[in-house]
């Protein structure tokens, strides 16, 4: 997922045209604003326009799909670990010793619900948000919102020498079918694996000090250096306010409904 989260950046919408710096700040404020809310409704309504958002930047839905199967399989799990808990409130199901399972109604499935979908509309909010840009320009604009200078740095060399470390450990593994080496369960694959992890570590230690010596001769001052120019214009702000003002929307609405069921129940 990491080695394609840009393979749309050449795409041309309104999401690839807007200023990456405010598109990162709005876009991360929205997805707070999405984890932190606690009413399905909203959080459906939240989905919806996250799927806006997606068919705006053009980028395929199949290619976001593919990659969602991953975060819904991790989330999964909650709609058994919320409803069947163990412990004494709710409904007893089953009895281990002293300890009982007891399911919690429709409240706890729901609750699960909306943990799953927040999750799934969150991780599709990152396409539109870093897919939309090369990810060295990405990487410029969290520069521009002044983050940490190491933090970036770190962004940086990670997405550049992951690629790197992965054909390391593809060639290892090559190597070692080439010697008649099989994956199995036992001792002897555990250790091979091991000793070519620690290869690997020793191998990524050696090159990070002939690129550290390299970058050094070269000039290298810490800053992110490419051909691309901000230019922050009207349409990029309009984008900025309508992407915030939803965000407080779905708060707003969430109090107002809290209010109004207080009300309903002679809280006033």
Same mark, same amino acid.
């Given at each position: 997922?990491?080695?394609?989260?840009?393979? $749309?950046?050449?795409?041309?919408?309104?999401? /690839?045209?807007? #200023?990456?710096?405010?598109?990162?700040? *709005?876009?991360?404020?929205?997805?707070?604003?999405?984890?932190?809310? $606690? #009413?399905?409704?909203?959080? %459906?309504?939240?989905?919806?326009?996250?799927?806006? !958002?997606?068919?705006?930047?053009?980028?395929?839905?199949?290619?976001? !799909?593919?990659?969602?199967?991953?975060?819904?399989?991790?989330? !999964?799990?909650?709609?058994?670990?919320?409803?069947?808990?163990?412990? $004494?409130?709710?409904? %007893?199901?089953? /009895?281990?010793?002293?300890?009982? %399972?007891?399911?919690?109604?429709?409240?706890? %499935?729901?609750?699960?619900?909306?943990?799953?979908?927040?999750?799934?509309?969150?991780?599709?909010?990152?396409?539109?948000?870093?897919?939309?840009?090369?990810?060295?320009?990405?990487?410029?604009?969290?520069e521009g919102l002044h983050l940490p200078n190491q933090l970036v740095q770190m962004f940086a060399f990670t997405y550049r020498y992951i690629f790197v470390l992965s054909d390391e450990f593809t060639r290892t593994e090559r190597s070692l079918a *080439?010697?008649?080496?099989?994956?199995?369960?036992?001792?002897?694959?555990?250790?091979?694996?091991?000793? *070519?992890?620690?290869?690997?570590?020793?191998?990524?230690?050696? +090159?990070? #000090? +002939?690129?550290? $010596?390299?970058? +050094?001769?070269?000039?290298?001052?810490?800053?992110?250096?490419?051909?691309?120019?901000?230019?922050?214009? +009207?349409?990029?702000?309009?984008?900025?306010?309508?992407?915030?003002?939803?965000?407080?929307?779905? /708060?707003?609405?969430?109090?107002?409904?809290?209010?109004?069921?207080?009300?309903?129940?002679?809280?006033?």
């Amino acid at each position: 997922m990491i080695s394609e989260i840009d393979r $749309y950046a050449g795409l041309s919408s309104p999401i /690839h045209r807007w #200023d990456p710096r405010l598109r990162i700040i *709005s876009i991360i404020a929205l997805i707070f604003s999405i984890v932190l809310l $606690y #009413d399905l409704s909203l959080i %459906v309504i939240s989905t919806i326009f996250a799927i806006i !958002l997606v068919y705006i930047s053009k980028i395929p839905f199949s290619f976001i !799909l593919k990659r969602l199967k991953l975060v819904f399989l991790f989330v !999964l799990p909650f709609f058994i670990i919320i409803p069947f808990t163990f412990t $004494y409130t709710g409904v %007893v199901i089953a /009895h281990f010793g002293e300890i009982a %399972v007891s399911y919690r109604g429709d409240e706890s %499935v729901l609750f699960a619900a909306m943990i799953v979908l927040k999750a799934l509309t969150a991780v599709m909010l990152i396409f539109p948000m870093i897919g939309t840009s090369r990810i060295d320009i990405t990487i410029k604009a969290l520069e521009g919102l002044h983050l940490p200078n190491q933090l970036v740095q770190m962004f940086a060399f990670t997405y550049r020498y992951i690629f790197v470390l992965s054909d390391e450990f593809t060639r290892t593994e090559r190597s070692l079918a *080439s010697r008649g080496f099989k994956r199995r369960t036992d001792m002897y694959t555990i250790v091979t694996i091991s000793k *070519s992890i620690a290869m690997l570590f020793v191998k990524s230690y050696e +090159r990070a #000090d +002939r690129v550290f $010596y390299a970058m +050094r001769s070269k000039g290298y001052s810490g800053k992110i250096a490419t051909l691309h120019e901000f230019n922050t214009r +009207r349409q990029d702000w309009i984008n900025t306010v309508v992407v915030l003002v939803f965000a407080i929307f779905l /708060h707003v609405a969430a109090a107002l409904e809290i209010f109004s069921t207080f009300g309903r129940s002679g809280g006033f």
